[in-house]
């Protein structure tokens, strides 16, 4: 039991360039969520999604976008990069139960220069 | 509407000391309580949780926080420090996930434990 996967670990991109960070969980949750975390600004909700084919944007959606085919996967795409996505970005999925606990992934630290 | 804020963004204790972290949220409906811990370099890793069972609730590694109704603070301590305990530490709250709510999950800026030989 993996639990929630993201690939790559690490990234530098130019501006201007696309990418997509991808996420993987095999706990059978329907909820999956994609945050950026900046040094002393916490953690900050791009996009989430609950359940195949359903997504929405959180706190901070601009200049991203979500899709969610299958339970497992919720891929972020970027499609123009700009350095203020310089950032570490945390995939992360709960179940469908009233305390929401997520689970995080091991995160993607992306570089935009 | 829901809210976290953690006082403090670093705190240092040296080995053997008790760990306060503190943190106090705000919330319209009752909430669920979370601390998180981040390692360098590595994920979110659940510490514990309050979901409206005991008050005083356990979590890994010794440290527990105590939920008081009608009182906003959800302070994680630990008697006595660890050199493992160095790390950042995320108070979150959620409320009901249930329904059509997708129970958004929401941070404190952290605080950074540095615990000293």
């Known amino acids: 039991n993996a639990g929630v996967t993201q690939t790559p670990k690490f990234r530098i991109l130019k501006i201007g360039q696309s990418m997509t960070l991808q996420c993987t969980q095999d706990?059978?949750?329907?909820?999956m969520y994609w945050y950026r975390q900046d040094p002393g600004m916490g953690l900050k909700l791009i996009y989430y999604?609950?359940?195949?084919?359903?997504?929405d944007k959180g706190e901070v959606p601009n200049g991203y976008n979500v899709s969610r085919s299958t339970t497992e996967d919720f891929p972020l795409r970027l499609e123009l990069a700009a350095p203020s996505q310089t950032s570490v970005y945390f995939c992360?999925?709960?179940?469908?139960?009233?305390?929401?606990?997520?689970?995080f992934g091991p995160g993607t630290r992306l570089t935009v220069l | 509407a829901q809210s976290v804020t953690q006082l403090g963004s670093h705190v240092s204790v040296s080995e053997g000391a008790l760990v306060l972290l503190r943190c106090n949220y705000s919330?319209?409906?009752?909430?669920?309580l979370f601390w998180y811990v981040q390692y360098p370099n590595q994920g979110l890793q659940l510490l514990l949780k309050?979901?409206?069972?005991?008050?005083l609730v356990k979590g890994i590694n010794g440290f527990e926080a105590e939920f008081k109704k009608s009182e906003t603070p959800f302070h994680l301590t630990k008697p006595s420090a660890h050199m493992s305990d160095a790390a950042e530490y995320f108070c979150?709250?959620?409320?009901?996930?249930?329904?059509?709510?997708?129970?958004?999950?929401?941070f404190g800026q952290g605080t950074i434990l540095t615990v000293h030989p």
């Open positions: 992360a999925s709960s179940s469908r139960t009233r305390s929401n606990t997520q689970y």
């Open positions: 706990m059978n949750h329907n909820y």
């Open positions: 919330s319209s409906v009752p909430p669920y």
């Open positions: 309050y979901t409206s069972a005991a008050t």
């Open positions: 979150a709250v959620s409320v009901n996930a249930g329904g059509t709510s997708y129970g958004k999950l929401t």
């Open positions: 999604s609950v359940g195949a084919g359903i997504t």
